[in-house]
Nanobody, 124 residues
Framework: QVQLVESGGGLVQTGGSLRLSCAGSGDIFSRRAIAWFRQAPGKDREFVVLTGWNSGSTYYGDSVKGRFTISRDNAKNTVYLQMNNLKPEDTAVYYC?????????????????WGQGTQVTVSS
C-alpha cells in the first residue's frame, strides 16, 4: 500500500524553526515530484514548495522563499522541509504529496498521493 507519513510538526514561537519529514513507502518517490502543501483553518490548501525527482528542480511559494528549504533523500524515501524564521501566518496543517510520474506541477490536482498532515502552530 502506498503511503506518505509526515512528522515533525509542533508549536514554536515566532522566529523559531521546525523540520518536517515525509517518509514514503515502496517506490512512491520514483520519478515523482514531492511537494509540501499547507491548509490553514477556513482557507484552501496552498502550495508551499516542491522538489523534482532528481532534486534539480525546486519551486518555492512566494510566501516562504528565503525561509523554507526542501531536500530529499531518495535512498531513504524521505523528503525534508526545513522551516526557519517562522511567522504566525505559517500556522497550518502541512501535507506532503507525491505527484504524477514525470510531472512537475504546483497544482494540487496533479498530486496523486497525500499524507495525513502534521500541524504546525506558530505563536506570536
Amino acid at each position: 500500500q502506498v503511503q506518505l507519513v509526515e512528522s515533525g510538526g509542533g508549536l514554536v514561537q515566532t522566529g523559531g524553526s521546525l523540520r518536517l519529514s515525509c517518509a514514503g513507502s515502496g517506490d512512491i518517490f520514483s520519478r515523482r515530484a514531492i511537494a509540501w502543501f499547507r491548509q490553514a483553518p477556513g482557507k484552501d490548501r496552498e502550495f508551499v514548495v516542491l522538489t523534482g525527482w532528481n532534486s534539480g528542480s525546486t519551486y518555492y511559494g512566494d510566501s516562504v522563499k528565503g525561509r523554507f528549504t526542501i531536500s530529499r533523500d531518495n535512498a531513504k524515501n524521505t523528503v525534508y522541509l526545513q522551516m526557519n524564521n517562522l511567522k504566525p501566518e505559517d500556522t497550518a496543517v502541512y501535507y506532503c504529496a507525491a505527484g504524477r510520474r514525470d510531472t512537475i506541477a504546483t497544482a494540487k490536482s496533479e498530486y496523486e498521493y497525500w499524507g495525513q498532515g502534521t500541524q504546525v502552530t506558530v505563536s506570536s
